[in-house]
């Protein structure tokens, strides 16, 4: 049984912003684009149960700041991925310039010039030249975290409600752990888990 997602569902997910208008705006815009591409995509990657769907919400939810933004805010500019750093090159960028130009994007950010370079070729999209597409096209943002999600195997540590190592998978570490598991205490109790 498919859950449908609706704008309604991810507003009370996410934190709201009533006094900043720019922020409030941005989170409106793109909950109302991301619904129907989550129940376009979520079906195609059997991410259909409750936990399974709260687990992906709460983790996107914190990824893109509450639904504010599809693309992450780095705190180099993205100098932080450069290939002569580690970061750079744990993501697979290979020349100067890949940091800042392949930063996170859509719903599970993803980065690194490796990263868009794969999903170019299994989507068969040109997301290496045209990386800001992932971000502003809203069936790619969900797409691109879609096979993020498939590739970690988090379906079946979400079947076991392991929280720890979904957050591990895709953040590396524990940043944001706390906002995290909010986010899921609140997308489960709207779910009735």
Known sequence: MNIQITPELLHRIAQ????????????NTNIQALAPAMNCWFPAYSITTKLRVAHFLAQSCVETA???????????????????????QRVGNHYP?????????????????????KLSRKLDENLVEYPERVSSDYSLAV?????????KGLNSYADLDDF??????????DNGK??????????????LL
């Open 16 to 27: 709201p912003y009533r006094s900043n208008l720019q922020k409030r705006d941005a989170q």
């Open 178 to 191: 706390e906002h995290r598991e909010q986010a899921l205490r609140r997308i489960k109790k709207i779910l």
């Open 97 to 117: 310039g890949d940091g800042p130009k392949y930063i996170g994007r859509g719903l599970l950010h993803l980065t690194g010039r490796d990263n868009y370079q």
């Open 66 to 88: 509450d639904f504010t933004a599809m693309t992450e805010y780095p705190a180099r500019g993205g100098k932080e991925y450069e290939p002569d750093t580690r970061a750079g």
């Open 164 to 173: 720890d190592t979904i957050t591990y998978r895709i953040n590396g570490g």
């Open 143 to 151: 797409r691109t975290a879609c096979e993020f999600w498939d590739s």
